[in-house]
């Protein structure tokens, strides 16, 4: 039996005490968790399995995202979003509002080439809303990419404590380059570059945006 993605989305919207960004939101969001759902073990796209979690992690809490990194300034930058995967959180972000440019790094291909062809579809739908569709893929390891002169970093499962990641991580933060890392909270107090993060955002009971500014 097909799950009614538009239903979860409109329900855990309503428990979380959020509004929609915009009239489109709750339509585009049953498309994107449709689309996870139909390639989800065909592509390895993720391992959650409850509806309601899903719509959590892949769309709301993009939106708090949103709400908290938008009044820092970062859409006048370029977003990296290190380890897409299924489009985490660098999607559910897009269809949240965010206006700045995204690259969608992933580097296994095979995933990469799916998330570019549902994009392919998504845009027209997207600029039908105004929304931004200044978005790419990139089937990279993002250490390999060359980066624009101005950008910002945010990942989402992928683990920053380990090398070599690590080390690319901290090089970054050392320059000065705004990094959002969302992983769990007991990791808030975690030192990268030499320092804890400028601010810890709660964005679930089992994820937080640890931000280094």
Known sequence: MATDWTGHVVKTLERAGLAPPSPAWTELAGLYLQWVDTYAESHGLTAIRDPDRRVEVFLLQPLRLVQTLRPLGLEARTGIDIGTGAGVPGVGMVLGGWRGPLWLVERAVKKATLLECFLTELTPILRRHGLSTD???????????????????????????????????????????????????????????????????????????????
């Not at 624009?148 to 404590?161: F, R």
């Not at 991580?169 to 705004?178: A, T």
């Open 135 to 213: 978005v790419r893929v990139i089937p990279q390891d993002v250490r390999s990419v060359q980066l624009p002169e101005a950008y910002w970093c945010v990942s989402q499962g992928v683990n920053w404590l380990e090398n070599p990641l690590r080390r690319w991580v901290e090089k970054r933060i050392r320059d000065g380059v705004p990094m959002v890392w969302v992983t769990t909270p007991r990791r808030e107090a975690i030192r990268l570059g030499g320092r804890p993060p400028t601010q810890v955002v709660p964005l679930s009971s089992y994820h937080a945006a640890l931000v280094w500014l």
